[in-house]
């Protein structure tokens, strides 16, 4: 049976997703980069089949998939003409672009709210059907509401300051599912905090639905974890840690704006104190934007302790990661997981779920721990669940 997928936000990790779903169908590519590929699992990768994609750039809005995948990565990769099937709708803006050389124009300001904008969703996906969301958009400034009177009440003021394009996207999935009696999975993968709202966590309860987040793990964050939990198994006291990337795709031109790096800063941060079990001294944030690198990012990492006699020791690690389609990778399990998982009764969030693939694991105030560990945790629970057979 097939899940059906709609993109919120057709960037350069939708696209990628995209391209490698639909190379993978027709037999070109093998699935490296999708962490339980080799396992065998209820849905197949085959079973993915996107239906939807949304964004807020007129230069995306109204296009095929195919013709933004052309112009962003047609240079680097065979684009399969089956996304031609796929137009780039319409999302919520919010001003989760703002500041940004980009023109931009949302929903709530072409229908007049962002109650109107998010009930037009909702008719929109009763067409679509989705059973797997992915919130895959610019990174944006966003704070939990942890009550669902409070969200429900910005989005009736039409709180435009108040509310964020993931917590409307977010929310009007709730409305989807409660409305149609169809659970939904939502898949949060930008820093906006959703799996870590008690609000959406509620919502998505009441509805049988599943939400995952928050923020993706891909690059520097899970390596760290686990060069982390080395050291912490071993009880070496780390000194400090410092860890930057520099890339040059738009993702790291978004975060030149402080606030959007802030987000960053505050969901790669939160794995030093979980794991060590004491906040060691760190520097950990997404650093600059150099265009040159374009998605292929450097990372560098130095990390120092003390190890047995009171002596010190030291790693420096320098990587150059494609940085899209690591997530997109991840993308493919989120998808199966988190379909087959809402079948089998799971709801609200999904904790060993989250864990393995997200930076900022929810539910609220949920630990991160190595992503080593996390990972056969997650197998653990996925034969338990019996999503892998
Ligand atoms: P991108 O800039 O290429 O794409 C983002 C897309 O979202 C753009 O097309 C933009 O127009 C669109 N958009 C912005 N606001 C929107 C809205 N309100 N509704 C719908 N569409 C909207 O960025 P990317 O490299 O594809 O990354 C996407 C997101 O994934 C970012 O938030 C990033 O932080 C997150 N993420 C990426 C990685 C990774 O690349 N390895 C890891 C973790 C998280």
């Keep these: 049976m097939a899940i059906r997928v709609v993109l919120l936000g057709q960037g350069l990790v939708a696209t990628h997703f995209a391209v490698g779903v639909e190379r993978i169908k027709k037999g070109e590519l093998e699935p490296y980069g999708v962490p339980f590929a080799k396992y065998k699992m209820v849905y197949d990768i085959k079973d993915i089949e996107i239906v939807g994609s949304y964004d807020v750039d ?61 009930e037009r969703l909702v008719e929109e996906w009763k067409q679509l059907q989705p059973d797997v969301i992915i919130e895959v958009a610019t990174t944006e400034p966003a704070k939990a509401f942890h009550d669902v009177k409070a969200l429900e009440e910005a989005i009736e003021r039409d709180d435009r300051k108040r509310l964020s ?11 989807y599912a409660k409305e149609t009696g169809r659970p939904v999975v ?33 690059g520097a964050t899970p390596l760290t974890a686990d060069l982390l939990e080395h050291l912490a198994e071993r009880n070496r006291y780390v000194l400090s840690i410092a860890q930057f990337n520099i890339g040059g795709n738009t993702d790291f031109l978004a975060l030149t704006v402080p606030e959007r790096n802030k987000m960053k800063e505050e969901t790669k941060s939160s ?13 950990i944030k997404p650093t600059g934007y150099l265009e040159p690198l374009g998605d292929k990012k450097f990372v560098s990492m130095h990390i120092w302790w ?15 990661i494609n940085d899209s389609p690591a997530l997109a990778g991840l993308l493919v399990d989120l998808t199966r997981i988190g379909k087959a998982l809402v079948e089998r009764g799971e709801k609200g969030t ?35 669940k019996g999503v892998i057979k």
């Design 306 to 320: 003390k190890t047995f006699n009171a002596l010190e020791d030291e790693l420096v690690v320098n990587l150059r």
């Design 350 to 384: 999904a904790y060993p779920v989250n864990a393995f693939f997200m930076k900022d694991p929810g539910p609220r105030g949920a630990r991160n721990m190595s992503r080593i560990r996390a990972y056969y945790q997650l197998l653990d629970y996925l034969r338990e």
């Design 165 to 175: 394009a993931s917590h409307a996207y977010a929310y009007a999935a709730y409305l």
């Design 271 to 283: 794995i030093v104190k979980d794991i060590l079990g004491y906040d060691a001294p760190h520097f």
């Design 186 to 218: 939502f898949v949060n993968v930008i820093p906006s905090p959703l799996a870590r709202d008690d609000a959406i966590v509620k919502l998505f309860e009441e509805a049988g639905s599943l939400v995952l987040g928050d923020d993706g793990a891909t």
């Design 58 to 118: 007129e230069e995306k809005v109204g296009k095929t998939v195919y013709e933004v995948a052309v112009k962003s990565v047609g240079d680097i990769l065979p684009v399969p003409e089956t996304l031609k099937n796929i137009t780039v709708r319409r999302g919520i803006h919010l001003g989760s672009m703002e500041g940004l050389p980009f023109r931009v124009k949302g929903l709530e300001d072409e229908l007049g709210s962002t109650k109107a904008a998010i």
